[in-house]
């Protein structure tokens, strides 16, 4: 009986474990390797979340002054969905790398818009989110460059 309930902890205790490896290292991780990438996180699907960016090999978020439709669009099609808009909302974490974004429409890269790295009055509630439209049966990326 006892060897039982040892043997039972120990295989859950080994499931919880993985469980948290897993959370941690997929979707808590600020490391990332090529700048000017973006991701959506904390979504309901891959298509919305908050707006992350890679610089400095970190993902770090942006901050919502100045953001606007283009913006999101931008973000949306370097991501490969066609279109999007910004009616996501959340609370991120990490660095704020961007602020007062501002793309036109013909920009492919969030990364090559105007914007300040002067985030000292942004906070995590001002983060951005964003909702992508999908194609149905288009494959999309989970991070784009």
Do not use: K
Request: hydrophobic share 35%; aromatic share 10%; proline share 4%.
């Amino acid at each position: 009986w006892v060897t039982s309930w040892i043997g039972t902890m120990a295989l859950l205790l080994l499931r919880a474990s993985l469980v948290l490896f897993m959370a941690l290292s997929s979707s808590c991780t600020h490391t990332c390797s090529s700048t000017g990438d973006v991701r959506l996180v904390g979504g309901r699907a891959p298509s919305e979340g908050i707006m992350e960016i890679c610089l400095n090999s970190q993902w770090g978020t942006v901050c919502n002054h100045s953001w606007d439709y283009n913006d999101a669009v931008v973000v949306c099609q370097q991501l490969e969905y066609p279109t999007g808009n910004s009616p996501y909302s959340g609370i991120g974490s990490g660095p704020i790398h961007l602020d007062d974004v501002d793309c036109w429409y013909w920009y492919s890269r969030l990364i090559d818009c105007f914007y300040s790295n002067l985030t000292s009055d942004c906070s995590h509630s001002d983060d951005v989110g964003v909702h992508c439209i999908a194609t149905p049966g288009a494959p999309q990326n989970l991070v784009a460059s």
